[in-house]
């Protein structure tokens, strides 16, 4: 969907993107290969260009500032090997578990038992995109604090936002549910307080287990959730074009 994508250039609207693919202009190639009459078809042609490079070099942080929050879904398809999918437990406004699923495995950094500052940093910022959910206004701004950098320099798929750009709406549980993503029962809701002062006060190893395991079910889902939601944002968006 990226390479189809035009409305990072100066002046181009969603109105006026769709109208190119209505012309047959529905990639960066066409549309450098087009004489379509534009006034500023040069200049589009250069930043074309420079996207194509970028996106060569897998250098997602040039799309970063480039797009829209609610449209870094474009990014997922071609990113999504590359991409970590993202979630943070908090007990007030402590972060007490930042549960990371990179499509392969998933590492849960507890605060106080294995979080490492620096393994961390560097396990989120080898990342080409972060899936996540309301994490654009949650997750990330506590997590940028708590490491001393932007994490906002790598673009961010909020699931949240995106699709509420396509009126569907809910918390994750219920657009898992709206969407068909199965979830084990016993972990669709738990009491995080409770848990993690069962670790921390009364030694309970088994509070963490769960805690962790109702975590990696939140970052494995975003996954799942994740290829649902770029299908059916691509759909709705071509649909109309």
């Not at 009459?37 to 942080?61: G, T, V, W």
């Not at 990342?127 to 654009?136: D, E, P, Q, S």
Request: hydrophobic share 45%; net charge positive; aromatic share 14%.
């Amino acid at each position: 969907m990226i390479q189809r994508t035009f409305i990072f250039l100066k002046g181009i609207s969603y109105k006026k993107e769709k109208r190119l693919w209505s012309k047959g202009i529905c990639s960066w190639q066409q549309f450098l290969n087009s004489n379509i009459k534009l006034k500023n078809k040069e200049q589009y042609d250069a930043m074309i260009r420079l996207a194509e490079k970028n996106l060569f070099l897998h250098n997602s942080k040039f799309f970063s500032k480039l797009l829209p929050l609610k449209d870094n879904w474009r990014l997922y398809n071609f990113f999504k090997s590359e991409a970590i999918f993202l979630d943070i437990e908090t007990v007030g406004r402590k972060v007490v578990l930042v549960g990371i699923y990179d499509n392969f495995d998933y590492t849960p950094f507890v605060f106080g038992y294995n979080l490492n500052l620096n393994q961390l940093k560097q396990k989120i910022l080898s990342a080409k995109l972060i899936v996540t959910f309301n994490g654009a206004s949650f997750d990330i701004p506590r997590l940028s604090k708590m490491l001393s950098i932007d994490l906002t320099q790598i673009p961010i798929f909020d699931l949240r936002f995106s699709l509420l750009s396509f009126g569907i709406s809910g918390s994750l549980k219920e657009i898992e549910s709206k969407l068909g993503i199965i979830r084990d029962s016993s972990l669709k809701s738990v009491d995080v307080f409770y848990l993690w002062n069962n670790f921390i006060y009364n030694h309970q190893k088994e509070a963490l287990e769960r805690l962790i395991a109702y975590n990696f079910e939140d970052t494995y889902n975003l996954r799942l959730l994740a290829e649902k939601a770029y299908s059916l944002l691509e759909e709705k968006i071509l649909k109309f074009s």
